[in-house]
Nanobody
């Protein structure tokens, strides 16, 4: 069964950090690009970051210099390190593979 399971979200103060994890199962992880998306209340889901099978990365302008996407192919896991968090980063974060259904997501709330 192909599955993506996100974890690591929570409540953090502005300027703080979180690291999200996404464990993949049931697919050939190392061959696939992986992405992180987010969806804030009342807004469309948006692409945050992508990492190719070779490790090349791309970021939304709104998170460049603050977020880092990485992957560990031995663990079938993709990460999103989020630093200097802002209230506007508050959203449900989802990881994405073209060959897997959406997971449940993990809630990130940035608030004082």
């Amino acid at each position: 069964q192909v599955q993506l399971v996100e974890s690591g979200g929570g409540l953090v103060q502005p300027g703080g950090s979180l690291r999200l994890s996404c464990a993949a199962s049931g697919l050939i992880f190392s061959n696939n690009p992986m992405s992180w998306y987010r969806q804030a209340p009342g807004k469309q889901r948006e692409l945050v970051a992508t990492i190719t099978s070779r490790g090349n990365t791309n970021y939304a302008d709104s998170v460049k210099g603050r977020f880092t996407i990485s992957r560990d192919n031995a663990k079938n896991t993709v990460y999103l390190q989020m630093n200097s968090l802002k209230p506007e980063d508050t959203a449900v974060y989802y990881c994405y593979s073209p060959f897997a259904p959406w997971g449940q997501g993990t809630q990130v709330t940035v608030s004082s």
